[in-house]
């Protein structure tokens, strides 16, 4: 069955502080992996995708990496701002899965606050 | 920049009545989906929709539940005879080719059933 984990569940930091959320798959066979923003009742918004060929990709103030020996992502977020407080949410799209959604499989995400 | 939009922002119903979501993909699309998200839990995929038919469904898209799109704009998702546990957001999502395309979403509809 495919799954997406994500970790930590929540976390707080201090404005203009690093972070960076991990993400676990087990998709298969893969095809893409994005990442997300969702602010509190709104829809989500892509930040990043990243295929098999790629290993880190880059925003802004974000940068997703990838292995996909290992099967992990992790978005790191730099200088972090009072905005960028929301959820992150890692989904993997399986190709040619027919599984729903084009494959996409939907991390749970990590609530990220930022305090000033 | 164009965007997906919905209405209502917010859709109150009693239990048992029925509910339209409306959503205006972007005008270029061709690939439409349906995704709702109970609250704190994960976002779940439920329809697909291309070329006028519904392409895949998830085992939460019962009959209970059919889509639309009436026109060239409009795509709607109807819940007959609402139940509380229907009771999440609702997102709307659409893209334009097929395969690793990106998915736009809409700021989604809360629904919430009493």
């Known amino acids: 069955k495919n799954q997406v984990e994500q970790s930590p569940q929540s976390l707080i930091i201090l404005e203009g502080k690093n972070c960076t959320l991990q993400c676990n798959y087990t998709v298969s066979p893969f095809s893409n992996l994005r990442w997300y923003k969702q602010d509190t009742g709104r829809g989500p918004v892509s930040l990043t995708i990243m295929t098999f060929s790629e290993n880190t990709k880059s925003n802004g103030r974000y940068t997703a990496t990838l292995d996909a020996d290992t099967k992990q992502s992790s978005l790191h977020i730099t200088a972090s701002q009072l905005s960028d407080s929301a959820s992150y949410i890692c989904v993997v799209s399986a190709r040619y899965s027919g599984g729903g959604a084009d494959g996409l499989t939907f991390g749970k995400g990590t609530h990220l606050i930022i305090q000033p | 920049e164009p965007e997906v939009t919905q209405t209502p922002s917010h859709q109150v119903t009693q239990m048992g009545q029925e509910v339209i979501l409306r959503c205006v993909p972007i005008s270029n699309h061709l690939y439409f989906y349906w995704y709702r998200q109970i609250l704190g839990q994960k976002v779940e995929f439920l329809v697909s929709f291309y070329n006028n038919e519904i392409s895949e469904k998830s085992e939460i898209f019962d009959d209970q539940f059919s889509v639309e799109r009436p026109d060239g704009s409009n795509f709607t998702l109807k819940i007959r005879s609402t139940k509380l546990e229907d009771s999440a957001m609702y997102f709307c999502?659409?893209?334009?080719?097929?395969?690793?395309?990106?998915?736009?979403f809409g700021p989604g509809t809360r629904l919430t059933v009493t």
């Open positions: 999502a659409s893209k334009y080719r097929t395969g690793d395309d990106e998915q736009y």
